[in-house]
């Protein structure tokens, strides 16, 4: 049987890689340099899926994400992954900490393990790369000593030495990714789904009167967020998270009801909830 | 009489302080290298305002700055700042489109740039800088003929000819900024709020009958985001951003009411509205 392709934002050993092994180590991974080419490559089906970043990411524009989403692609989303933002300070195995003059990172990774940068390596220069990932190139074939913020996964690929970890100024940082798909997943009983929606007005009762759709049923939000509309000035399209399945009767019922009450609504996808570990 | 000293998220060149000069082009710029940085220069009277940015920029991690805002610090919002992200080619003056070889600039330039540079210089060899204004740095002491994508002010500040303007992929790209201080702004007339709060549980209805407070008046909502609070699991902060100022009756009484509705309520601060040129 062939494998499952899964396109991804590469290049390999960014965190979009590691979600993408934790979610399928047995699919073949298809790196892509951009997110509009991930999401080319399932549209055209190069690949069946695709792994994108949709919040707080070092690697992708995430207004990138929802903007082809709402916008530009019919893809859903089939699944979220949830991935703990773990920095590790990676070397040569031969390197020891004092040796370290240079360090290498993406500069937001950089930025979020500056404390630990100026109270361990006060003394070293910090030198930027395109990617974590293209960081521990640099690192590995540095002629001075030099260390690399990356992740396990690119320790492994380049055969780096783990020098320290988790060493981010703040913790817990998450990134989520989406599974895109030309389908989204049937349910599974824990199941959440992704809307979008706008008004042709901006009444303010209006937002209120399809939340209050979702409170009826007692349906919970696990998000909402307002995104400027590409449309026109003072526009706005409302990005909602809600638990349950577009196929459950009650969750269909109510998605009407609210499509009823809005000038544009788009299901993004329903899929199965992120369990979180209490 | 003394100037007004404002403290920024730098170094020079930044868009931070391309927004602050056209803020306030007479006051005394202080950069400082992070936002909790600028934060602790005004909370200690270095400078009388603050600069960072609030919503898609470059140079900052907004959640930065809204944590800080959310948890650590007792400033507000005094006015808000609204930037065109405007990405220009910089070389040095002698140099022509033909012989460059190498692009430097902050990867998130350098992705937001994507396709201007495949079409127009698809051979040249993009290089990371930790800012848009180090990258400018980095060009101009360049032995091999070099571009920087970097902003107008970085031009001006190193001497760099702006070879072609404008050249991000998508426009209009803006980013926000918030100038914070000890005392929010006095009412204008055209101002806006910004507040978040959370519940102790997550019935669906809290967060409706809130806003029904709102609509109730016809104050307009012109944003809504809800975000993961550092409390514990599956707890939500929201932030708002509504029409008016706290200070008008209407919309303090308003204010209280929705504040007796929630378990945790503050005020970030009440400011003149941005005029968007439509």
Do not use: W
């Not at 703990?84 to 990676?90: F, M, Q, S």
């Not at 988790?166 to 959440?192: C, E, G, M, W, Y």
């Not at 789904?193 to 209120?208: E, M, Q």
């Amino acid at each position: 049987m062939a494998r499952k392709k899964i396109a991804y934002l590469g290049p390999p050993g960014t965190f979009t890689e590691e979600a993408t092994i934790k979610y399928d180590e047995k699919a073949q991974l298809l790196p892509f340099m951009s997110i509009s080419a991930v999401v080319s490559a399932v549209e055209t089906g190069i690949a069946e899926e695709g792994v994108v970043p949709i919040e707080n990411s070092l690697e992708g524009s995430v207004t990138e994400t929802l903007d082809l989403l709402i916008h530009d692609s019919g893809l859903l989303i089939r699944r979220e992954l949830v991935l703990p933002i773990e920095h590790h300070l990676l070397t040569k195995p031969d390197v020891e900490a004092p040796q370290v003059n240079i360090i290498f990172s993406h500069p937001q990774a950089l930025g979020q393990c500056r404390r630990f940068l100026e109270r361990c390596f006060p003394k070293a220069q910090a030198v930027a790369a395109l990617s974590t990932a293209a960081a521990v190139e640099q690192m590995m074939s540095s002629a001075t000593p030099a260390a690399a913020i990356g992740t396990q996964r690119a320790a492994t690929l380049h055969g780096a030495r783990i020098l320290a970890r988790d060493i981010q100024d703040r913790s817990p940082n998450v990134t989520r990714f989406a599974v895109l798909a030309a389908q989204d997943h049937p349910p599974t009983n824990r199941d959440k789904t992704s809307v979008c929606f706008s008004f042709n007005d901006d009444h303010p009762g209006l937002l209120c009167a399809v939340l209050e759709e979702f409170a009826r049923q007692s349906i919970n939000l696990a998000k909402i967020e307002s995104r400027p509309s590409k449309e026109g000035l003072g526009r706005y399209v409302f990005l909602v998270d809600l638990e349950g399945h577009r196929e459950e009767r009650m969750v269909g019922q109510v998605l009407d009801r609210a499509r009823g009450k809005t000038s544009m609504f788009k299901i993004l996808g329903s899929y199965p909830r992120h369990e979180e570990r209490a």
